[in-house]
């Protein structure tokens, strides 16, 4: 089992950055795959951004350009940089973990953009 907490949201303006944070428990975090995900209401997740083990990195087109996914192995973390936010950002946002056939999700964490 492993366990995945995000932190990092809250309320920023639009034009603003937030940095999301994801820790996952595991001896072996550098082989993950994780992803970060958002899910708006009433809506299903939807994939914002992953970064695979071995170094390849995606993004929705919405956030390219924007976001930026990063990790750091010797912390058993994955960020996601957020820049240049706007009003259709706003969404919960879950962190994903997926490795040798299983998959864990973190309690997500509310990112709120507003003035």
């Known amino acids: 089992q492993v366990q995945v907490v995000e932190s990092g949201g809250g309320l920023v303006q639009p034009g603003g950055s937030l940095r999301l944070s994801c820790g996952a428990s595991g001896r072996i975090f550098s082989a993950y795959n994780m992803g970060w995900y958002r899910q708006f209401p009433g809506k299903q997740r939807e994939l914002v951004a992953m970064?695979?083990?071995?170094?390849?990195?995606d993004y929705a087109d919405s956030v390219r350009g924007r976001f930026t996914i990063s990790r750091d192995n010797t912390k058993n973390t994955v960020y996601l940089q957020m820049n240049d936010l706007k009003p259709g950002d706003t969404a919960v946002y879950f962190c994903?973990?997926?490795?040798?056939?299983?998959?864990?999700w973190g309690q997500g964490t509310q990112v709120t953009v507003s003035s």
């Open positions: 970064d695979i083990a071995g170094g390849r990195r």
């Open positions: 994903r973990v997926y490795f040798r056939g299983y998959e864990y």
